[in-house]
């Protein structure tokens, strides 16, 4: 989101004085070298609820994340101390281990760039074996494409179809309560380029271009 944006969306919260909750799960991991600015940025009220976690940059299975709460602190410190009193303290101080010497910031370093490359051979392989027409967005950071394909895919039958052959792909109207994404899917790219993914990319591809090449006959 442009910085503009960002600066008109905190002007319309605190105009209708309501909250605004920030995901900035995937901040840290843009491709360029400079950080994007969070919305919380440009708040001098306390009304974004800035919420990040290292699910993304390390590992899910840590389970560590945090939020800065502004003016609502004292409602969610309530909220969390009666949905989840305990928290597992050992990977906390791993996490601030690897925080307070440096490791964090080598390792983002690695991973953007590992993100990047894979972004680009995602790319060309799209380019490769999809539709003539397939459109894929090109992610400035994190490590999940969109893909719009032509409108004669029926992105519902290739979720059914891929799935059939054990590849999953997450179909655009699951992120929509209207039928604007149909022709769209979201695929992501965090694993390395084996030889099996770039396969099931291929399938993908055929697919969707027997889907095109049905419907033209």
């Not at 900035?24 to 994007?36: C, F, Q, T, V």
């Not at 409602?75 to 101080?93: A, D, M, T, W």
């Not at 080598?106 to 680009?120: C, F, I, K, S, V």
């Not at 409108?151 to 929509?176: E, M, N, T």
Request: aromatic share 8%; net charge neutral.
């Amino acid at each position: 989101m442009p910085d503009e944006h960002k600066r008109q969306m905190v002007e319309l919260i605190h105009h209708y004085n309501i909250p605004l909750i920030e995901d900035d799960i995937y901040a840290e991991l843009g491709y360029s070298d400079k950080r994007p600015k969070s919305i919380s940025s440009f708040d001098d009220k306390g009304q974004v609820i800035l919420c990040s976690s290292v699910s993304k940059t390390l590992d899910p299975g840590l389970r560590v994340g945090w939020v800065i709460p502004g003016i609502y602190q004292e409602k969610i410190e309530y909220q969390k101390f009666v949905s989840s009193v305990n928290v597992s303290r050992l990977p906390q101080l791993a996490v601030a281990e690897l925080l307070s010497h440096g490791g964090y910031d080598r390792h983002l370093r690695l991973a953007r760039e590992a993100y990047r490359q894979r972004r680009d051979q995602l790319l060309d392989l799209i380019d490769e074996h999809f539709p003539k027409g397939t459109r894929m967005s090109k992610p400035q950071g994190g490590f999940v494409a969109w893909i719009q394909l032509p409108k004669q895919v029926s992105v519902p039958k290739l979720y059914a179809d891929a799935r059939d052959k054990g590849i999953s792909i997450s179909p655009g109207d699951i992120f929509s309560s209207s039928d604007k994404y149909r022709s769209s899917i979201r695929l992501t790219y965090s694993h390395p380029w084996t030889t099996e993914r770039v396969v099931a990319i291929q399938i993908l591809g055929d697919l969707a271009n027997s889907q095109i090449a049905q419907s033209q006959e």
